[in-house]
């Protein structure tokens, strides 16, 4: 195929766009990660109640004029949700003097997510559903871009821009950068540390969940639309560097940039290929990942 | 603490298992009796239903039609809930009307879910087999778990009648228990093209993911296309990809005059929103090469006016004349669900008929005594009669239903009142 300079930039602007949103979604499970040093497996499943929570919202109270009343009430609802979910599954992997820690971590948030993805096709039946928004279409470059997908790039990089005023002028900030580099230090200046944990994985929820939210009109509300997003978190958070939230940022966009130039130059069929052998160049030229740092082992 | 996160997890798990199972199949487990197959001398016209035909006497043990379809996603669960629909209506209309199967016994249908994958479908197969005996299995949407699942077929002997799974491979195999009343890929792409060069397009942009189907339907579209002498630029995206924008910019460089979405499960709506935002649709006109738009709610749901001026390939429209069954089956679903039944619906309830009229006439739940049944009879359809001819290659046990494309005009219309803008007429 010819491909032109315009037409160039208009895969770029493609993955860019998909990259903001790959970004947010990486960024919860780093963010977890870091804090708690466990994996959450079931952060597709949040990001799917998201998007079921985003068109029940919109569908039934809020209407399509008020669509933005309906993210800010799911970043509510997840955030509850993942507090109540911390208390009850995660907190006894330290409150108690567990030894398998990563064992337990690994199983307890499989099984939620497979009870979780089978609640929702039994609450939702096999409909795939949308919420009525439609802002339109709007042209970047020579790129004509639904004001949806524009809404939920916009959306994502606020997010992130908010997440990242949390993090570095809060003093909760300050504190969950302190429980990432010494969870013990922490308690010896009076911060009470399972409950930083349980407000870190509420946070890191409620990302997923928000663009599970952004993306509910661009990609469609049905039980398993987690399962990708979660697969495509785990990759750039590998990318980026564990535990890094600059490296999930950066390694979100540049997935979405590999993938869509992939896919137009070499093999379209080949999509989800680009991201894992761009994984693996990175790791052969850093194996921490972009901004991974070596841990010392004592 | 330690024994209450133990129980915790124990417990997530135990509900994960009984929230999932929640959709099987629920009756007991059984063996039904097997007999000698009974011999069937020439082709005959299986049994219309008759008035005074008694209803099944519901204390006898009940034979079981195998449903294995998609009820969860990566698979297509929306189509598999309508196939299911028709099956158990199938079911009804034999214990109702017909007087049950194998010495009038009732007729009851057991699930498997085939969640589109094929390893699984494979699984459920063999379990619907070996846990419920069935006299034989219907339903199958995805081609990639039909191919799957005949191998297991194969093995087991218990009959499969291809329900919407089109692959010519499933066929083309040539196993006794493969059986299909589906269009075939290369009779689907001959259509689809002949349709494209009677509306005067040059250029046929073609969109679809890497399953078997998707795949399959890319050559014989490809075939046909170079027979009729049109270009085709075919475009195979991971079936796990949600967004679809690249491929479809691909496609609208290449300046297409119409677009063959062969999408399934979500990527099939995808294609149609993400054409709409980038201006290929319907500036270039869009055929889905399958009858998925019939699910009109999810449809307009989904699409609104966007959905406006699809074209859809289909083998159902509301000017067919149905059979005695296929109006009861037309009347019941509409009483039963409030909306007219589609192609899906039609199909699944007309395989279950047929495989319970099988073993009625084969007079056995032996494996061999149905298919040489389903070989040797005529059997009553929702429309028409079906006969299962020893054809050659893909038409081995192949019935083919008309081809029809209609055209949605004006948003929220019902599968009734799409336009008829195409009949195919096809001879083997």
Known sequence: ?298 | MKKRSTLLVGLLVLISILVSSCGGGAAPTQQAPTSAPAPVEEATQAPAPQETEPAAPANLEPVYIGALLPQSEPGAPQAGTLILRGIELGAEYVNEELGGSVDGRPVEVVIGDDKGTPEVGATEYRRLVQEYNIIGATGQYHSSVALAAIEVAKELGAPIIMTQASSKAITETGYPQAFRTHLIDPVRALALVDFAKSQGYGKIGYIADNTDFGVGLSAAVEEAAAEAGLEVMSTIYDKAAVDLTPELLQLQAWGPDVIFNAGTGNPEHIIIDQAYEIGLFPETPMVATSDWPYRSDEYWQLHGDKGVGIYILTSYHKDMALTTAGQWFHDRYMQKYGEAPTYSSYNGFGDALILAMAAKIAGSTDYDAIINALESNEFEFWAGTVTFPKGEGALWHQWTPPVLITQYTAANQKQDEATLVYTFNYTP
Do not use: C, H
């Open chain 1, 1 to 298: 195929m010819n491909v032109t300079p315009e037409l160039f930039l208009n895969f770029l602007i493609a993955g860019i766009m998909i990259g903001a949103l790959y970004a947010l979604m990486a960024m919860g499970i780093t963010f977890i990660y870091s804090i708690m040093k466990m994996i959450n497996w079931a952060m597709g499943e949040f990001y799917m109640i998201g998007s079921y929570a985003q068109w029940f919202l919109v569908s039934f109270f809020f209407g399509s004029a008020f669509w933005f009343l309906g993210v800010l009430a799911t970043a509510v609802i997840l955030f509850l949700v993942g507090l109540v979910v911390q208390w009850l599954l995660i907190r006894p992997m330290f409150s108690t003097g567990m030894e398998r820690k990563d064992e337990y971590g690994t199983v307890v948030t499989i099984a939620l997510a497979l009870f979780l993805r089978n609640l929702a096709t039994v609450l939702s039946g096999p409909n795939t559903r949308s919420p009525d928004i439609d802002l339109g279409r709007i042209m970047i470059g020579g790129l004509p871009v639904s004001g949806n997908r524009f809404a939920a790039f916009l959306g994502a990089l606020i997010i992130i821009g908010l997440f990242y005023y949390l993090l570095n002028y809060t003093w909760l900030g300050r504190a969950f950068r302190a429980g990432s580099q010494n969870r013990v230090g922490i308690q010896t200046v009076g911060i009470n540390v399972l409950r930083i944990d349980q407000i870190a994985f509420a946070i890191g929820v409620t990302l997923a969940g928000l663009a599970g939210a952004l993306l509910a009109p661009v990609f469609n509300v049905f039980p398993e639309n987690g399962a990708v997003t979660t697969m495509k978190g785990f990759e750039i958070i590998i990318i980026g560097g564990m535990g890094s939230l600059p490296g999930a940022a950066l390694g979100g966009l540049l997935l979405g940039i590999v993938e869509s130039l992939g896919s137009v130059f070499i093999d379209t069929g080949l999509r989800n290929v680009y991201g894992f052998i761009f994984l693996i160049i990175v790791l052969l030229i850093k194996p921490t990942g972009l901004f991974g740092e070596k841990e010392r082992l004592s």
